[in-house]
Each structure stands twice: as structure tokens, then as C-alpha cells.
């Protein structure tokens, strides 16, 4: 099915090429027309261009999704419940509580296993070879901190994996682990976030041996058996059992201190690849001092995808964080935290300017490493800082996403990857959360499943230049928050609890056949996504 909707699309492609550059060369050649008129008609062209491929793309959408329907169902679809969710903090307080003060905890751990070389598949990429791990390059972890503001609303844990993506079940499951701890120490929240590694394991599932994924696992759901994809067992079980032995440890080790929030300039470190071409221009830092002086924690944001190892290499590498991350522990002796922001269709712009020793010359791995070094330089020099007062708001609902997309469809129902799944009829729908947080008195976060388009947070999507022509009439997150939370400034922390896809405006989501497409609509559930949840983000904040 994937390859022949490959073969499709590229003679799609190829045919309306033709078809187009004939047409613009007979209106070109035409003497007749009037320069307004010859941008008419090339206005004309383009309008049927974008007809002709929403056409196909979406009757291709159509016939793969009736097809998959006749699938029979994973078996793990039966068996998942809706156990595992947490909603927050119950309620939300306008001002720090009396003799209030912030307390953290910190821990970090390394997740690898002992036999990923040659053994366990490389997220990242959908590839059609088997992409088994060839080395490993340096090491994979779980990071995590634990928050409280001293209100007694209780303690929010924030945890950070090393990997190209994690299904809302497996949240759940380490959620359900540490049950005991969640009432033992009035946890009202456990965020799990992936800093998008395209060189970690894979933990999503969709980078296995996908013709027998696509051939064996309907066979295998219409007999009641479990499917197989790239998770690797092994390795899953170590994950749950390893973030929560750090959640564990993160909240049993929380000091008091002071929380102080600085940026660095980041825009220089990324490229957009898709227009309106909008991003958080600030690399944002929270630095945690503690009172009794021992070791600072770092939570730092970036919206550069974590490619700098490459999208489809087999080397397993927790990419430019990990040398991030040591020169901040070199320099500054303080835990360091990142997490991802609104990095939609961003890559890394490697220069002079942002990898330490650049060279043309170079290795990939070298740049890597220089551009971490880099960034972590530019963390360690923020000096503009200011307090933030001790006050911590969350609160968490849960959504459903139609799947639209013909592949994702298909490949949900052959077990490729793993989601919360609810079905009506034919239709499929991904259930997962969307959270809001406020952090002091006048910053908040938006907690996103998946990787969001950054003009949906802080405006500037396109209108009538958009894919499809029409407007976007639907508020920024940012200008959700403050109109109704006062002035506070919004980040994202993307890749949370979920990993849904690209969430791209309605108005702007175009066919994957199209050559601007830059492949992101190939994984996102569908054109409704992102006004749902721009919807679902304005009734949480109200």
C-alpha cells in the first residue's frame, strides 16, 4: 500500500508538472495578454494546480482509509482503558500562597539497554530498510523535575526522554506505576515530553520491518494475537520502570530555592523550512537556585529539531542536547532540563556563527557536537534574568482527533504505532490531552501532543495566501491567554504525553503529493487538528 502510493504520488507530481509548465508556457507565449492579465491567468493556473492535487490527495486519503477500515482491529484497541489520567492542580490560584516558595527535585538516568546494537530499530524517519541500531554514539536519558509552589495543590513532575516519540498508553503506563507515589505524595501531575531524537530507539513503533508489519499484522489481529512493530519489548519495559524510578527519585529529592527566568537568542541555530516562517526567537531558561546551595537545575526550551545526527541514520545519539548539556555541567556545574517548543517544520542552520570550531570540512557528528557546545555557551552567558514568583497552575483535559490521514489510518490499524484509539463506525479518532500551565505571575505554557506549527501559538498564519486561499479566523494560544489569563507571555512544551503529529493550520494543510508540502502533512492526523485544538486550548483556559 505505502509503495504504491509513493509510485501515485510521484507520477501525480510528474503529470501536473507537465501539465502546468504547458499551460504557463501557452500563456506566456500569448502576445495578447496584458501584464495583468498574463498574472490573471498564472493566478488562474495556480488556483487549479492546488484544485487538481487537494483532488487526488484527498481521494487517495479516501481509498486508503475504506480499505484499512476491512482490517481487522489490533488487539490492543479491546484492551485499553481510559486509567491514567491527571487533571492538575484542582484549582488555580491568582497570587502565590502566603509564605509561599518554590521546592524542585532533579534527577537524571540513562534508559539504554545492554543489546540495542543490532537488535532494536532507530526512530526517525519512516524508511523502508530495516533500520537496526549500527553503534552508539553517546547516551540516551530520562531527565526529570519535580515542582511544587508551596500552596500544598501539590507536586508537578515534568519528565524528559531521549526519543523520537512516545504513544499516550505508554504515558499512562508509567503513570499507573507509580500510583502509590501519585497518592502517597499529592502528585496532581506527571507531563512526559520527548525531545524528538530522529537517532533514538524507536519507541513509537513505526520504524520496524514494515512490509511485515503491512503483510502479517492483520493476520495476526484477525486470530487475536498481538501485532508487531519497532518497539522492542525489552527496552519498552526498561523505559517504564526507569522513568519512574526517576520520577521517584526527582520528588524524594526536592530542596527549596529560587526560580529566575532568562532567554538567549535562538533564532539564529534554526531553520524554517515552510512559510509563514514564525518561532519563539528566544531559547527561554529557568534556573532553579537552590537555598541550601547545592547544585542549580536548568530547564531550558529549543524549537530546533533534534536532526543533527541526520533524520534517517542508524547511529543512536541523543543528538545536540547531550553537548549541550556538558558544557552547561562543565561550566555553570547545574542539571540541565530541555525540552521542546513549537518546532514544527525547523532544522538545525549549522555556520559559523552556531557550531564551536565550524568547519566545512567536518563530520555530522562533529557539527553536532560543535552546535551543541554552541548553545550551551549561549545559555551559560544569559545574565538578564528575573524572578519568578512561586506560583505553579496546571490543569489537563482530554481530546479526540479524527484521523483523516489515509496513511496514519492505515498504519494505526496494522499496528505500525500505538495510540489511544476510539472508532465510530469507520471513523477513526486518537484520544490524548492538551494541558495549560502558569508559571508566576505573568508566564504560561501551552502543553501540546504533538509538534506544533508555531504561528498557531503566537500568531501569524497565513490568509488568503494560504494553501487553500481562505482565511485562519481563529485566535492565536497566545492571544487565548491574554485575553483571558491577564498579560502573561506564552512558550509551548511540545511532544508531550503524545506524539500526534504535525499539527498544521486548517487553512494551510495541503495534499503530501504536493511538492511544498515538505512532507509534514504525510504524518498529521488531519486538516481539522489544529482548529480543534486551538478550540479544546480556549475552552481548558477559560
Known amino acids: 500500500m505505502i509503495l504504491l502510493q509513493n509510485f501515485i504520488m510521484k507520477k501525480t507530481k510528474k503529470i501536473l508538472a507537465v501539465l502546468l509548465a504547458v499551460l504557463m508556457l501557452f500563456s506566456v507565449s500569448s502576445s495578447a495578454l496584458a501584464a495583468d492579465e498574463a498574472q490573471e491567468t498564472a493566478s488562474s493556473l495556480s488556483f487549479i494546480y492546488k484544485k487538481a492535487l487537494s483532488f487526488i490527495g484527498k481521494a487517495i486519503d479516501e481509498i486508503l482509509c475504506e480499505g484499512a477500515s476491512h482490517i481487522p482491529d489490533p488487539v490492543k484497541w479491546s484492551e485499553q482503558t481510559d486509567e491514567g489520567f491527571m487533571e492538575g492542580t484542582k484549582t488555580f490560584l491568582d497570587s502565590p500562597a502566603e509564605n509561599a516558595v518554590f521546592s524542585l527535585g532533579y534527577d537524571s538516568r540513562s534508559i539504554l539497554t545492554s543489546d540495542v546494537v543490532g537488535n532494536m530499530y532507530v526512530g526517525g524517519t519512516i524508511n523502508l530498510s530495516k533500520k537496526l541500531a549500527t553503534e552508539i554514539i553517546d547516551d540516551l536519558k530520562v531527565r526529570t523535575v519535580a515542582l511544587s509552589d508551596g500552596s500544598s495543590r501539590g507536586i508537578t513532575v515534568l519528565a524528559e526522554v531521549d526519543a523520537y516519540g512516545l504513544s499516550l498508553p505508554d504515558v499512562r503506563e508509567i503513570r499507573l506505576r507509580l500510583a502509590d507515589l501519585i497518592s502517597e505524595k499529592n502528585i496532581n501531575s506527571i507531563t512526559v515530553s520527548v525531545l524528538h531524537q530522529h537517532s533514538a530507539v524507536d519507541t513509537l513503533g513505526m520504524n520496524g520491518d514494515i512490509f511485515k508489519m503491512v503483510l502479517f499484522n492483520p493476520a495476526s489481529s484477525f486470530f487475536g494475537k498481538a501485532v508487531e512493530n519497532g518497539k522492542n519489548q525489552k527496552y519498552m519495559e526498561n523505559l517504564y520502570e526507569t522513568c519512574a524510578e526517576s520520577i521517584e527519585a526527582a520528588v524524594s529529592s526536592m530542596t527549596e530555592g529560587k526560580l529566575y527566568y532568562g532567554t538567549a537568542d535562538q533564532s539564529e ?134 484521523v483523516k490521514n489515509g496513511i496514519l489510518y492505515l498504519g494505526a490499524k496494522v499496528g505500525l504505532f500505538e495510540a489511544l484509539v476510539e472508532k465510530d463506525g469507520k471513523n477513526l479518532y486518537v484520544k490524548t490531552e492538551i494541558g495549560y500551565m502558569e508559571l508566576g505571575n505573568d508566564l504560561a505554557f501551552a502543553i501540546t501532543p504533538g509538534e506544533l506549527a508555531a504561528e498557531i501559538a503566537y500568531g501569524g498564519c497565513l490568509q488568503s495566501d494560504s494553501w487553500t486561499g481562505e482565511a485562519w479566523n481563529y485566535k492565536s494560544l497566545q492571544d487565548i491567554v491574554s485575553e483571558n489569563c491577564g498579560g502573561r507571555k506564552l512558550m509551548v512544551i511540545g511532544l508531550s504525553n503524545d506524539q500526534i503529529g504535525y499539527i498544521i493550520p486548517d487553512n494551510n494543510f495541503m495534499p503530501q503529493i504536493a511538492e511544498e508540502s515538505q512532507s509534514l502533512e504525510l504524518v498529521s492526523l488531519g486538516s481539522e487538528t489544529a482548529s480543534i485544538l486551538v478550540k479544546e486550548f480556549e475552552a481548558l483556559v477559560k
Not at 555530522?364 to 557536537?369: A, F, G, L, N, V
Open 269 to 402: 541555530y534554526l531553520e524554517d523550512k515552510r512559510a509563514p516562517y514564525v518561532n519563539d526567537a528566544n531559547f527561554n531558561r529557568f534556573r532553579f537556585v537552590p537555598s541550601n546551595n547545592t547544585k542549580e537545575t536548568w530547564l531550558v526550551s529549543t524549537e530546533v529539531h533534534c536532526v543533527g545526527n541526520g533524520a534517517a541514520g542508524t547511529a543512536i545519539s541523543g543528538d545536540y542536547p547531550y553537548y549541550a548539556e556538558q558544557v552547561i555541567n562543565q561550566k555553570a556545574n547545574a542539571n540541565v532540563f530541555f525540552y521542546m517548543g513549537a518546532q514544527q517544520g525547523t532544522t538545525l542552520n549549522t555556520d559559523e556563527n552556531t557550531v564551536e570550531n565550524y568547519s566545512e570540512e567536518m563530520s555530522r557528528i562533529d557539527s553536532m557536537k560543535g552546535f551543541g557546545k554552541s548553545i550551551g555557551n549561549a545559555l551559560v552567558a544569559i545574565t538578564d534574568e528575573k524572578e519568578v514568583e512561586p506560583l505553579l497552575n496546571i490543569k489537563y483535559k482530554e481530546v479526540l482527533f479524527p
